[in-house]
């Protein structure tokens, strides 16, 4: 069993940058893929990024490639996600999730948070 918390969202400008953090809670944290995902009103469920186990593979959405990056850390049974350059597209609730195995698929993810705001707005 594994709960999830995020937190780090809120307001910032087009341009900005904020760090999401996911805190975990459950002996088998390190076994597991991390997620995030994002959700705006009216909008599917969309895969954000994924990191494996040891956090040496990670995976990204071409519309936050190379701006956005996700971490982990067993130790401290944190997932995080350094988004920079931000846009107003970049606006949803972002969501961590785990799962047993890598996919982009929010299907294959087990549990999930309560999600965190980001509002990227001027």
């Known amino acids: 069993q594994v709960q999830l918390v995020e937190s780090g969202g809120g307001l910032v400008q087009p341009g900005g940058s904020l760090r999401l953090s996911c805190a975990a809670s459950?002996?088998?944290?390190?076994?597991?893929?991390m997620g995030w995902f994002r959700q705006a009103p009216g909008k599917e469920r969309e895969f954000v990024a994924r990191?494996?186990?040891?956090?040496?593979?990670?995976y990204y959405s071409d519309s936050v490639k190379g701006r956005f990056t996700i971490s982990r850390d067993n130790a401290k049974n944190t997932v995080y996600l350094q988004m920079n350059s931000l846009k107003s597209e970049d606006t949803a609730v972002y969501y961590c999730?785990?799962?047993?195995?890598?996919?982009?698929?929010?299907?294959?993810?087990?549990?999930w948070g309560q999600g965190t705001q980001v509002t990227v707005s001027s």
């Open positions: 459950g002996r088998t944290f390190s076994n597991f893929v």
């Open positions: 999730a785990a799962g047993p195995i890598r996919t982009t698929d929010k299907k294959g993810y087990d549990y």
């Open positions: 990191i494996s186990w040891t956090g040496s593979s990670t």
